[in-house]
């Protein structure tokens, strides 16, 4: 898809709002659904979905995960590699199925992968999200895609901020580069910084995130 490279606005983001804003709430509300009623199963997808996202782009994740579903459970990462690319569904079939396995052996071990209960046992969400960008074996997150993962299991509070964010962030003089953040500590400034700015706007700080991404991308995914 190609990317919209005009400079964002305070008056465009807010305009941008006013149109999209009952899908955004919409998008929400079902990554709200995801935690009330979701499986460990299906956070686990989740987190899976993310895994092939980082590096690459959401349809890619919806198109990988589709691939690979039947071997969530159990599948090694041969197996795996080849649903990827017999489906042709992600530019790194070799390299994320061993991400994915060792992170299902992490978490086997770990809390038995019952998701839920392990994030629910974390009073701090900086916390809840340092866990899963720093844990060792929970590989090809990051604080980028650990944000996205709990945004989309319906957890408020977390910045997404990729490549399309930061580039508005940086139209705005909110950032002086759009380089996403590599370290925490950037991480959790840029992030203050989006909440200040969502509060002089108005605009409820999870729906900004995905305003800036849709002014980039012109869609609203997850």
Avoid at 72 to 91: D, I, P, S, V, Y
Avoid at 147 to 168: E, P, Q, W
Avoid at 172 to 186: C, D, H, N
Avoid at 196 to 205: A, E, M, T
Wanted: net charge positive.
């Amino acid at each position: 898809m190609r990317l919209n490279h005009q400079p964002v606005s305070a008056a465009d983001i807010r305009a941008t709002h006013a149109v999209r804003k009952k899908e955004i709430q919409s998008r929400l509300s079902e990554f709200s659904a995801v935690w009330r009623s979701g499986s460990d199963e299906r956070l686990w997808e989740e987190l899976v979905f993310c895994i092939f996202t980082a590096g690459a782009s959401a349809r890619m994740g919806f198109t990988a995960v589709e691939a690979v579903r039947p071997l969530l459970a159990q599948g090694g990462r041969r197996e795996m590699t080849r649903a990827l690319r017999k489906a042709g569904a992600h530019r790194f079939p070799v390299e994320r199925p061993g991400y994915i396995v060792v992170t299902r052996d992490y978490l086997r071990e770990h809390c038995n992968l019952k998701l839920r209960r392990k994030l629910e046992s974390f009073r701090d969400p900086i916390e809840r999200r340092d866990w899963l960008a720093q844990e060792k074996r929970i590989k090809g997150l990051g604080y980028k895609e650990s944000s996205h993962f709990l945004r989309n299991i319906g957890m408020r509070g977390y910045a997404i901020l990729d490549k399309h964010v930061m580039s508005c962030l940086h139209d705005l003089q909110i950032v002086e580069i759009a380089k996403p953040p590599a370290t925490r500590a950037r991480y959790l400034e840029v992030e203050e910084k989006l909440k200040l700015f969502s509060r002089d706007l108005k605009i409820d700080f999870d729906e900004l995130d995905l305003v800036l991404w849709s002014m980039k991308t012109g869609e609203v995914l997850k």
